[in-house]
Nanobody, 115 residues
Framework: QVQLVESGGGLVQPGGSLTLSCTASGSIFRIYTMGWYRQAPGKQRELVAHISVSRITNYGDSVKGRFTISRDNAKYTLYLQMNSLKPEDTATYYC?????????WGQGTQVTVSS
């Protein structure tokens, strides 16, 4: 079964850092642009960052300069290094391909930024 498993979330103070991981099953990981998305309570899911197969990246305006997306195709794993975290980064973080989404959504990983 093709699936995604996100991990690495947690509670962190403002200004802190976290690294999220997303492990995918299925070879489609290697051939599609992958992305991190997040959804805060009462808000729509939004794009955080994308990375293409050739590792071209793009970021949402709110995370530029603070977050870094990367991928390891050999390990079918997507990463998100998050620095200088802010309370407004609090959300559940998910990974998937770029639209149209090729995977069923995983359970996500919760990131809470609070003092």
């Amino acid at each position: 079964q093709v699936q995604l498993v996100e991990s690495g979330g947690g509670l962190v103070q403002p200004g802190g850092s976290l690294t999220l991981s997303c492990t995918a099953s299925g070879s489609i990981f290697r051939i599609y642009t992958m992305g991190w998305y997040r959804q805060a309570p009462g808000k729509q899911r939004e794009l955080v960052a994308h990375i293409s197969v050739s590792r071209i990246t793009n970021y949402g305006d709110s995370v530029k300069g603070r977050f870094t997306i990367s991928r390891d195709n050999a390990k079918y794993t997507l990463y998100l290094q998050m620095n200088s975290l802010k309370p407004e980064d609090t959300a559940t973080y998910y990974c998937n391909t770029a639209q149209p989404y090729r995977y069923a959504w995983g359970q996500g990983t919760q990131v809470t930024v609070s003092s």
